[in-house]
């Protein structure tokens, strides 16, 4: 609980956002309907992963000055994460990290 406290607003914004995106799939195969399965693994990829893309932005943008600079590392980042999420999800490129 301490450490929550020593998180600026918008490191809980980020925080906050990424629960609540990781609710979607959670509520989704809560009736049993559901066309996808997540483990427990699955949630902490995701978590790992959105945490990692939405605090690695916040920290970038606040080292940087200029308005292009922080739009350039929002683009950029921004870019990576729908490439490595599209292959994680359906395989795009055929790695070993393709999903189904």
């Given at each position: 609980m301490?450490?929550?406290?020593?998180?600026?607003?918008?490191?809980?914004?980020?925080?906050?956002v990424i629960l609540l995106l990781l609710c979607i799939p959670w509520l989704?195969?809560?009736?049993?309907?559901?066309?996808f399965h997540w483990t427990i693994?699955?949630?902490?990829?995701?978590?790992?992963?959105?945490?990692?893309?939405?605090?690695?932005?916040?920290y970038l943008v606040g080292k940087?000055?200029?308005?292009?600079?922080?739009?350039?590392?929002i683009l950029v980042l921004t870019f990576l994460f729908v490439l490595l999420w599209a292959e994680l999800a359906v395989g795009v490129f055929d790695s070993p990290i393709a999903g189904d």
């Open positions: 301490n450490q929550w406290l020593r998180l600026n607003l918008a490191q809980k914004v980020i925080f906050t989704e195969q809560l009736d049993g309907k559901a066309v693994f699955d949630y902490i990829t995701a978590f790992v992963f959105l945490s990692t893309f939405g605090f690695g932005i916040e940087t000055k200029s308005k292009k600079g922080k739009f350039l590392i």
